[in-house]
């Protein structure tokens, strides 16, 4: 599986959109692009995946730029409960290859 | 739709004793993966199953970890003998099938002293 570059944390403000990017420029042709995250102490959540078109979910906005080189998870209304580390992930088959996330903080 | 079962929760033991951890996957999920998870870092797997047989254990440390799915329902994890290194948090996650979303467990926190 292609892998994966993230900043290391974030900051958002309540309220505001947060707006989290990844760069996969190895991804294949077959790879989607999933986003995943956890919340200290729980198992990782699912949040969104793509392969080609951005998508859209009651959780989140997923934006992958043309040539699929990169992608962007939105969060539209950001809330103290979406603090948490976000692990965007290029996968085909079998298991999950996680990074190290992004930790992003909700600031009040 | 209940999600990923996992027990115990949190698990404290001596090095070199054994340990189990149980799964039930939700209804109907084919495949079952086992991840182990230590401090800092991000989930890394260590075996896939797709009904009761084995897809993926190539990070299992075979030498000390078993698992298991035999009716391609529920699943256990087992060391023996426990290593210091091993206190991580173990996950099970399962798909319906070997391509579709993962969904994860609570997870079992080990603690090896």
């Known amino acids: 599986d292609a892998k994966t570059t993230q900043p290391t944390s974030m900051d958002c403000a309540e309220g505001r959109a947060a707006n989290l990017p990844c760069n996969h420029s190895t991804i294949s042709g077959n790879e989607y692009v999933y986003w995943y995250r956890q919340i200290h102490s729980q198992g990782p959540q699912y949040i969104i995946h793509?392969?080609?078109n951005n998508e859209t979910n009651e959780m989140a906005s997923l934006i992958i730029t043309e040539d699929r080189k990169s992608s962007t998870l939105i969060l539209p209304h950001a809330t103290l409960r979406d603090t948490a580390v976000y692990y965007c992930?290029?996968?085909?088959?079998?298991?999950?290859?996680f990074g190290k996330g992004t930790h992003l903080i909700i600031q009040p | 739709e209940a999600g990923v079962a996992q027990s115990p929760r949190y698990k404290i033991i001596e090095k070199r004793q054994s340990v189990a951890f149980w799964c039930n996957p939700i209804?109907?999920?084919?495949?079952l993966y086992w991840y182990q998870q230590i401090l800092g870092q991000g989930p890394k797997l260590l075996i896939q199953f797709q009904n009761n047989g084995v897809v993926d254990d190539s990070q299992l440390p075979k030498d000390r970890f078993s698992a298991e799915r035999l009716k391609g329902v529920d699943s256990t994890l087992k060391i023996q003998p426990a290593k210091l290194e091993d206190s991580a948090v173990y996950l099970c996650a399962s798909s319906f099938w070997g391509r579709d979303t993962q969904y994860f467990g609570p997870g079992t926190r080990l603690t090896v002293l």
């Open positions: 992930i290029v996968w085909s088959a079998d298991g999950l290859t």
């Open positions: 209804s109907g999920h084919a495949t």
């Open positions: 793509g392969l080609k």
